[in-house]
């Protein structure tokens, strides 16, 4: 998804959730001088050379850990957004990528920076402060953004970490992605946010999230070059 594709989606999103373009711009430069500084960022075509041509993007809906018992994943490039991190090392599997802004269980994050998932770390208006806190703790990171991007921040499309890692993986080469944990219901799984300890039922917020979750990833299917398919378990 180019920006001028994207940007549509973006006014509708800030419009909607009530985001201010100026912080996210902010956050966006935030991120690039961090990065700079920090000389651990990766450019999009070195991470494209971890992207193999499957690739199974975990959600942290809550279908998420009946999955995770039942299926073995090692034929594609394991790609986990935020907090579907932790439910990924509780069963004893290292992401090869994490896609985050942060708001996960930061040091599960750092476990599988350190035994070698790269990291693609978001900016927006809202996690300025964990950018600036958290940023200098990983290592082979790659920046993006939601709004116009810059030389070493990219943006892919994608809004909420789960649709903007299958963004991802189709933007850097995955051409079959199944995307796991992804349920858009009425419960919001419980390793979504950090100070979840069960599922929950969805707030006002999250379901909106979902619905431009939803509206994005039917866009992908249709506009993009990757077949896209979603493995749930049977009841």
């Not at 991120?31 to 500084?37: G, V």
């Not at 992207?51 to 090692?74: H, I, M, N, Q, T």
Request: hydrophobic fraction near 40%; aromatic fraction near 10%; include cysteine.
């Amino acid at each position: 998804m180019r920006w001028k594709e994207w940007e549509p989606f973006y006014t509708r999103i800030v419009r909607e959730m009530g985001y201010s373009t100026e912080k996210d711009r902010r956050a966006a430069q935030i991120l690039r001088t961090l990065l700079l500084e920090g000389d651990e960022y990766l450019l999009a075509d070195e991470l494209a050379s971890v992207v193999g041509r499957k690739a199974y993007v975990f959600g942290a809906g809550p279908s998420l850990e009946k999955v995770l018992e039942r299926l073995d994943f090692s034929d594609g490039t394991i790609i986990a957004a935020d907090g579907a991190t932790s439910a990924l090392l509780d069963a004893g599997m290292i992401p090869d990528i994490i896609v985050t802004d942060l708001d996960g269980r930061v040091p599960d994050l750092k476990i599988v920076n350190d035994r070698g998932s790269f990291m693609v770390v978001h900016a927006h208006g809202d996690n300025m402060d964990k950018l600036t806190a958290y940023l200098p703790l990983f290592s082979r990171v790659l920046g993006t953004c939601q709004t116009e991007p810059l030389d070493i921040v990219y943006n892919f499309g994608g809004f909420t970490d789960g649709d903007r890692a299958a963004f991802l993986a189709e933007a850097l080469g995955a051409r079959e992605i199944v995307l796991v944990g992804f349920d858009f219901g009425e419960i919001v799984g419980r390793w979504s946010k950090p100070h979840l300890k069960d599922h929950s039922p969805v707030w006002e917020s999250k379901r909106k999230k979902f619905a431009f979750a939803e509206e994005l990833l039917r866009w992908l299917e249709k506009n993009g070059r990757a077949r896209i398919e979603y493995l749930r378990p049977n009841p």
